[in-house]
């Protein structure tokens, strides 16, 4: 009896990109290029994630009505493209956030809701115990307007002198340790603060890595507002199917221009701290 033939376990075979794929990628790249040179400077102004599932549905519905955006006078082939510069997207944040744990962003997180806290404190104490008080409410009112990591560390020590100058008037507000101990802190977690900015500004691969990241994230806002501008007008008589292009998530961080920072300026690596 012959014997039988074993059969050799089957290797599965890498596949090869496909060459749509690569020439779609390239063309995200040569997008890429076209942009400002200050591009790779400017933070997302919502977060990431919310940007991907945004671009998520109006990529899908853009494929569906495809027949009537491709009749207005736009650039066509920003809805094919959309879904691959979503997806540079998700993989350059992800790279970043790798990066950062280089740098001790679960510490770096912790004493910003330290420093937040005391900041909503010391704030707090200030508007009530000095509300007789012009200039210190001045500077109350600088304080108030931003909340970018830059302006926090900026508040932190400007709240931390307007406490301990005007102590004795504070020895009322529920402070830990009394007003001179809570200014003393706020100064520590500024300092801090400033250092772990520095840190992560200095590292080449990390600003190279969120300046590709912050590149993208124009490209992907700046394809859904054309797409998004074609399909309100395409499909203006079907609110039904206009819905998934509506703008979902709000940006809640245009907020009034604030004084002069003195502290280092997280324009790429701190900025998106809390995304």
């Known amino acids: ?32 290029g076209s942009l400002p040179p200050d591009a790779g400077q400017t933070p997302p102004n919502i977060p990431v994630a919310a940007a ?32 691959k510069v979503a997806e540079a997207l998700r993989d350059a944040e992800t790279e970043w956030r790798t990066l950062r744990k280089r740098f001790g962003d679960q510490n770096l997180a912790s004493l910003r809701k330290e420093a937040e806290t005391l900041k909503r404190d010391l704030f707090a ?17 600088a304080v108030a307007e931003g909340d970018g990591l830059g302006d926090l560390i900026d508040d932190l020590h400007v709240l931390a002198d307007v406490v301990h100058a005007q102590a004795q008037k504070l020895r009322g507000a529920d402070l830990v340790g009394g007003p001179e101990k809570a200014a003393g802190r706020a100064k520590t977690l500024a300092t801090e603060l400033a250092n772990a900015v520095s ?16 590149k993208l994230f124009m490209l992907l806002n700046d394809a859904l507002r054309e797409i998004r501008e074609a399909a309100r007008y395409a499909l203006r008589h079907d609110d039904a199917a206009l819905a998934p292009f509506r703008v979902r998530y709000a940006n809640t961080r245009q907020r009034p221009k604030k004084r002069a920072s003195t502290s280092p300026a997280p324009s790429t690596t701190a900025a998106a701290a809390t995304e």
């Open 125 to 141: 104490a200030g508007r009530y115990f000095l509300r007789a008080d012009g200039a210190a409410q001045a500077l109350l009112d």
């Open 52 to 83: 991907l599932q945004e671009a998520n549905d109006v990529a899908k519905a853009a494929k569906r009505h495809f027949a009537k955006l491709r009749k207005l006078p736009f650039d066509h082939t920003l809805v094919p493209m959309l879904p």
């Open 1 to 32: 009896m012959a014997n039988k033939k074993t059969k050799k376990p089957a290797v599965a075979r890498a596949r090869k990109p496909s060459r749509k794929t690569n020439k779609t990628d390239a063309h995200v790249e040569r997008a890429l």
């Open 199 to 214: 840190a992560e500004n200095t590292d080449e691969r990390a600003q190279r890595a969120i300046a590709r990241r912050n």
